[in-house]
T-cell receptor, first 112, second 116 residues
């Protein structure tokens, strides 16, 4: 119930294409869903986050889509660029929780 | 410039040796966390602390120990009891809020630990 399942494990997209990473959860108490971006040798950095009172949140080329009934959320990267090549982690938590639950990560490669 | 500083960047451990990883933050955050990252895997929580002089075990605490004597510092000791310590270790912190897990976590740039 505490797991967040992330797919795919790795993803290759052509420059200018759309990258889509999916996450699914079981715990309906989760109400905070952040995405982190990690470059090799660096710590993860918060990219964008959503709470379940909205179905979509957009920041520049990055969009989170949230489907509460399906207990799924996804990250869309529009016009993907080689600089977006990184590992992406989804996570989830809820009010009163002391920790985030992370997905397994997706290694994204954008081919020029 | 606020942030989290982890040191050293690379660390080597001999058999039977304890090693300590440093984590310092100047973000004035109450909560701090230690994660372990293995290749192709997500982040697994080792220990976390919500306040000075208090800390809780995470999902994989065996073979590790921590202390939280100062708000800005949360060192992690990898003991000789941890038989597979080779990994990338990440420290994070977050603001207090309604549930620390409900707030963004800010990460350091990690320490890579290897066995000699």
């Amino acid at each position: 119930q505490q797991q967040v399942k992330q797919s795919p494990q790795s993803l290759i997209v052509q420059k200018g294409g759309i990258s889509i990473i999916n996450c699914a959860y079981e715990n309906t108490a989760f109400d905070y869903f952040p995405w982190y971006q990690q470059f090799p040798g660096k710590g993860p950095a918060l990219l964008i986050a959503i709470r379940p009172d909205v179905s979509e949140k957009k920041e520049g080329r990055f969009t989170i889509s949230f489907n509460k009934s399906a207990k799924q959320f996804s990250l869309h990267i529009m016009d993907s660029q080689p600089g977006d090549s990184a590992t992406y982690f989804c996570a989830a938590s809820f009010q009163g929780a002391q920790k985030l639950v992370f997905g397994q990560g997706t290694r994204l490669t954008i081919n020029p | 410039d606020g942030g989290i500083t982890q040191s050293p960047k690379y660390l080597f451990r001999k058999e039977g040796q304890n090693v300590t990883l440093s984590c310092e933050q100047n973000l004035n955050h109450d909560a701090m966390y230690w994660y372990r990252q293995d290749p192709g895997q997500g982040l697994r929580l080792i220990y976390y602390s919500q306040i000075v002089n208090d800390f809780q075990k995470g999902d994989i605490a065996e073979g590790y120990s921590v202390s939280r004597e100062k708000k800005e510092s949360f060192p992690l000791t990898v003991t000789s009891a941890q038989k597979n310590p080779t990994a990338f270790y990440l420290c994070a912190s977050s603001n207090p809020g309604i549930g620390y897990g409900n707030q963004p976590q800010h990460f350091g740039d990690g320490t890579r630990l290897s066995i000699l």
